[in-house]
T-cell receptor, first 117, second 112 residues
Framework: EAGVTQFPSHSVIEKGQTVTLRCDPISGHDNLYWYRRVMGKEIKFLLHFVKESKQDESGMPNNRFLAERTGGTYSTLKVQPAELEDSGVYFC???????????????FGEGSRLTVL | AQKITQTQPGMFVQEKEAVTLDCTYDTSDQSYGLFWYKQPSSGEMIFLIY??????QNATEGRYSLNFQKARKSANLVISASQLGDSAMYFCAMREGRKTIFGAGTRLFVKA
């Protein structure tokens, strides 16, 4: 099966510009997560979708970040306007629901590296 | 408050030796899951091993084992017979409900 794919792999933008990151989860995975890693720090949770619904968006830094998952398939994460501190690697992950048959492990994309100048 | 703590920013190990990467966690839930992921220099995150909070035996997957001490809330990863390809970042993670949170990671260097 195809893995989690993210686009773009790297984006360089100027402060004040807009960037949209896309994530295509593994087919059939209801859970979709966005994480961010700033150099040297932990992988920080941003938000969690169950199908098209936002289950938990407690990690979203501020209202410059907007995530959507229309139709419960792919997701986008838009940053508008971007600030210097938004630089980092944005990871998307998907999973099946944890249960007796599986651990709920996360399957990650390769990340989208965002550099804001 | 930090819920996953990895106190070792970097570790060195001699090839073929065993190494333990530390992880402590904080939760009030009775049901949770603990994971270790590996991130090589290529950037992808690779799932290594899982331990459920109700599992009484320590999880093992090949050369990886998880030393689960529930009362101490620790979930250390043990890599036996280290290989050069084990050089990478290692992240400890905990799933509470549907949310998985990560520690800051430990960078492991395997010396030839």
């Amino acid at each position: 099966e195809a893995g989690v794919t993210q686009f773009p792999s790297h984006s360089v933008i100027e402060k004040g510009q807009t960037v949209t990151l896309r994530c295509d989860p593994i087919s059939g995975h209801d859970n979709l997560y966005w994480y961010r890693r700033v150099m040297g720090k932990e992988i920080k949770f941003l938000l969690h979708f169950v199908k098209e619904s936002k289950q938990d968006e407690s990690g979203m830094p501020n209202n410059r970040f907007l995530a959507e998952r229309t139709g419960g398939t792919y997701s986008t994460l838009k940053v508008q306007p971007a600030e210097l501190e938004d630089s980092g690697v944005y990871f998307c992950a998907s999973s099946r629901k944890a249960g007796t048959a599986n651990t709920g492990e996360l399957f990650f994309g390769e990340g989208s590296r965002l550099t804001v100048l | 408050a930090q819920k996953i703590t990895q106190t070792q920013p970097g570790m060195f190990v001699q090839e073929k030796e065993a190494v333990t990467l530390d992880c402590t966690y904080d939760t009030s839930d009775q049901s949770y899951g603990l994971f270790w992921y590996k991130q090589p220099s290529s950037g992808e995150m690779i799932f290594l091993i899982y331990q459920g909070s109700y599992d009484e035996q320590n999880a093992t997957e090949g050369r990886y084992s998880l030393n689960f001490q529930k009362a101490r809330k620790s979930a250390n990863l043990v890599i036996s017979a280290s290989q050069l390809g084990d050089s990478a970042m290692y992240f400890c993670a905990m799933r509470e409900g549907r949310k998985t949170i990560f520690g800051a990671g430990t960078r492991l260097f395997v010396k030839a």
